[in-house]
């Protein structure tokens, strides 16, 4: 079965402070993984995907098979980053199995 | 294009009432899926359907819980004599793997928060 993990419930961070959020993973097969964000009233939106290799607004994440990792990474931290972060694995071509998620706030 | 709507936002049942949800996809979509969040957790996947045919139910509660995508109409979750530990957020999502380059994102409405008392 797979499975998702985000330790931190919590990350709190000062502006252009470096921020990275865990993300783990266990799936016997080939994964594909996102990471969704969710800022103050709005929808759950799709942040980035490891397929696409992309940066978004400054995020980054990279899939690493040995860790079983798919860490989010930003060198600078913003105050408007200040939201939650889902991380996710996609099996077959649908279904989505979320990690708990990782509320990140940015301070002035 | 208004997104995926969801209707009630908030719903309020006493326990023993019967919850229904609706979930309008986006225009074009024809694939809808159900994720519920319990507090403190994560969404967790519940049924995946396309028009008129329910394509994986794996995480539906065996007694209860059923969920429809008519033809005409929007998809509906319907939860029969609801039970305090129901009371969650119900998420929906749309995608149509038509489009997007075959990546079939998945596209989420707002949500209907369900409290029972």
């Known amino acids: 079965a797979q499975r998702v993990t985000q330790p931190e419930k919590l990350l709190s961070v000062f502006k252009g402070a470096p921020v990275e959020l865990k993300c783990n993973y266990s799936?016997?097969?080939?994964?594909?993984l996102f990471w969704y964000v969710q800022y103050s009233r709005q929808r759950l939106q799709l942040l980035l995907r490891?397929?696409s290799r992309e940066s978004i607004k400054g995020f980054t994440a990279d899939l690493n098979k040995g860790e079983t990792s798919f860490h989010l990474k930003k060198p600078f931290a913003q105050e408007e980053d200040s939201a939650m972060y889902y991380c996710a694995l996609r099996r077959g071509y649908s279904t989505l199995t979320f990690g708990k998620g990782t509320m990140l706030l940015v301070s002035p | 294009n208004a997104g995926v709507m969801q209707n009630p936002r908030h719903l309020v049942r006493r326990r023993g009432q019967e919850a229904r949800l609706r979930c309008s996809p986006m225009?074009?979509?024809?694939?809808v899926y159900w994720y519920r969040q319990l507090p403190e957790e994560g969404l967790k996947f519940m049924v995946y359907?396309?028009?008129?045919?329910?394509?994986?139910e794996s995480g539906m509660p065996k007694e209860r819980f059923s969920a429809e995508f008519p033809k005409e109409g929007p998809s509906i979750l319907r939860i029969q004599q609801v039970v305090r530990g129901d009371s969650a957020a119900y998420f929906c999502a749309s995608s149509n793997p038509g489009t997007s380059g075959n990546y079939n994102e998945q596209f989420f409405g707002p949500g209907t928060r369900l409290t029972v008392l």
């Open positions: 225009k074009g979509h024809s694939h």
């Open positions: 799936y016997s097969g080939s994964p594909e």
């Open positions: 359907l396309q028009k008129e045919n329910i394509i994986d």
């Open positions: 490891h397929i």
